[in-house]
């Protein structure tokens, strides 16, 4: 009988170890999650918004603001978890040179200990310029 009580507290300590393991990890990894999160999402995007038809007509860099936070919205919606509430801004999306800012504000879970509700609130604000080198001819190195 012993060691069937013992089995059941281990069992019990293992349960309530993986629960502060994720309460801890859902409140220490979001900023950096997102910001990385943020920059490799923006930086696709764009390259995926460039207007290559005017670019070829004109010679200048420009995307297309539409097109840009469809892209971010699509990949920002693939890759986010489901535990934390998400709020998106765009501000300053210029079209010709291509500049944005996007803001992500991130709340996690709002997790109960000793009956208390904590939520914690992490903003991450990204400003990008695109630049892009293009050579329209490769063996030409001048």
Do not use: C
Not at 44 to 68: Q, T
């Amino acid at each position: 009988m012993k060691e069937s009580v013992w089995a059941w507290w281990f069992l019990v300590l293992g349960l309530i170890m993986m629960a502060v393991v994720i309460l801890v990890t859902d409140m220490t990894t979001t900023h950096e999650q997102n910001y990385y999160m943020l920059k490799e999402i923006s930086e696709a995007s764009m390259y995926e918004a460039v207007d290559y038809a005017y670019y070829r007509k004109y010679g200048d860099l420009r995307i297309n603001s539409e097109k840009f936070m469809e892209n971010f919205i699509r990949r920002y919606s693939d890759t986010i978890s489901i535990n934390k509430t998400t709020k998106l801004a765009f501000y300053d999306i210029y079209e010709s040179p291509p500049k944005i800012t996007v803001e992500v504000r991130t709340r996690s879970s709002q997790e109960v200990i000793n009956f208390n509700t904590m939520s914690f609130d992490v903003t991450n604000r990204l400003d990008a310029i695109l630049e892009m080198y293009y050579k329209e001819d490769p063996t030409n190195f001048n």
